[in-house]
């Protein structure tokens, strides 16, 4: 366990938010040859490494999600927790990493897959050069302990543009800053029906007839919003509530943005969050975050990352987010699609169920409202794939941990699943 922590550590001095992973994609290059393995790297950045002549392939994406202060990560301990100081802390997926750097330390037959930008929509495996050796792979990018994942979600990304004017008004002009949100996975915790900074200021300022000066809010198209801010014409000071701070700037005059009522309406009326839910899995079915909003050149943008564990709910949600926006005179388009998963029970899945019996009570078989880079190896080589990992709680947001006593037994599943292919 303290080899992978002390990896662990390692990793979180090396910055590697998405797009900017070069540092550590060097790092792991020299500490896969330097473990012995050959190594080649493809035009996405994916880090292949192999020694011997194996029969699983470990997999982790090597890129975070930095939020807070990351990319620096000052890390610490609590009540059995590894936790970092106003920041993410990057354990999605650095843990997995981890745990892949220790058993490069253990076996000779081994393959190891490090890929490159996952949080910004699975760019590493979309673009996988690489032919896998072996016919096995087991992804280390799961949450929950007790999971063996055969199944995610697809998703798409949607963005929605809506030109404005400006107009210049005399009157009272308001700082507002929305707090005390927890932000998180847009996929894992939507389920918790967290609130959504943006459409919590949007509500604001509409109940309190405010017109809009500038309006920003959200840090990633995969998290829930957590920050936004604001410049707001009130005629008469509103009442703060435990979301919204107000603070008076000044009277003056200033320029409104013409079409702030339109973009309130819209913000005010779609639907966050979950939108079915498979009570056969046990787990969101299909949902939607409002992501991000930006207002710069003139333009107003939204960004919206919509999830779904089958393919005809994706392109049905896809639809029906389009046509939202364009009823609200919004130009839209939508990229990044990729298909859900709909895994099933194969040879390995059975094999890491039995091992994952005898270390932890009562597993499962089961699929995740996220997306999961094995769901797109698979279907484009001819391999057998699952998921596992230890418990991360609130991953993509400053609150994220991981239980360090998780990470020694999703290791030891790891150990006993490669001891048996050697």
């Known amino acids: 366990m303290q080899s992978i922590l002390q990896n662990f550590k390692n990793l979180s001095q090396i910055p590697h938010c998405s797009y900017e992973t070069e540092e550590l994609k060097n790092f792991l290059s020299a500490y896969a040859r330097e473990k012995g393995f050959k190594v080649s790297i493809d035009k996405a950045g994916n880090i292949h490494c192999i020694k011997g002549n194996p029969k699983i392939c470990l997999q982790s994406h090597y890129d975070m999600v930095c939020m807070g202060n990351a990319p620096k990560i000052e890390l610490y301990e609590e009540e059995g927790f590894l936790k970092a100081k106003n920041s993410s802390l990057g354990a999605d997926n650095g843990m997995g990493v981890a745990i892949m750097m220790k058993m490069m330390n253990e076996f000779n037959h081994l393959e190891c897959l490090f890929t490159n930008d996952e949080e910004v929509g699975l760019i590493g495996a979309k673009n996988l050069e690489h032919q896998l050796k072996s016919k096995m792979l087991l992804n280390l990018d799961h949450e929950d302990e007790k999971d063996i994942i055969i199944g995610c979600a697809g998703g798409v990304d949607i963005k929605a543009i809506l030109p404005f004017e400006c107009e210049k008004k005399f009157g009272k002009l308001y700082e507002l800053e929305a707090v005390n ?199 484009n080589q001819k391999i057998l794939c699952c998921s596992i990992g230890p418990n991360i709680y609130n991953p993509h947001s400053t609150n994220e941990r991981c239980e360090l006593a998780s990470v020694e037994k999703i290791s030891q599943v790891v150990f006993e699943v490669l001891k048996n292919h050697q």
């Open 181 to 379: 949100f927890k932000g998180g996975h847009s996929g894992i915790d939507i389920v918790k029906n967290s609130k959504n900074s943006i459409k919590e200021m949007a509500k604001f300022i509409k109940e309190n007839q405010g017109l809009v000066v500038f309006f920003e809010g959200g840090e990633r198209i995969n998290s829930i919003p957590k920050h936004a801010k604001a410049l707001v014409h009130f005629k008469n000071k509103p009442k703060e509530n435990q979301w919204i701070k107000c603070q008076f700037l000044e009277e003056k005059e200033f320029n409104f943005c013409k079409q702030s009522k339109l973009l309130l309406n819209a913000i005010n009326a779609f639907a966050q969050g979950i939108r079915s839910y498979n009570l056969n899995l046990n787990i969101v079915q299909s949902s939607i975050n409002l992501s991000l909003l930006r207002m710069h050149d003139e333009k107003i943008t939204i960004e919206l990352f919509a999830r779904a564990n089958f393919l005809e709910d994706l392109k049905e949600l896809e639809f029906q987010t389009l046509e939202f926006f364009q009823a609200f005179d919004f130009k839209v388009q939508s990229y990044n699609f990729y298909p859900p998963w709909e895994g099933k029970n194969n040879a390995l899945s059975d094999e890491v169920f039995k091992i994952l019996s005898q270390i932890i009570p009562n597993p499962k078989i089961s699929a995740i409202h996220a997306g999961l880079e094995c769901g797109i190896i698979e279907k």
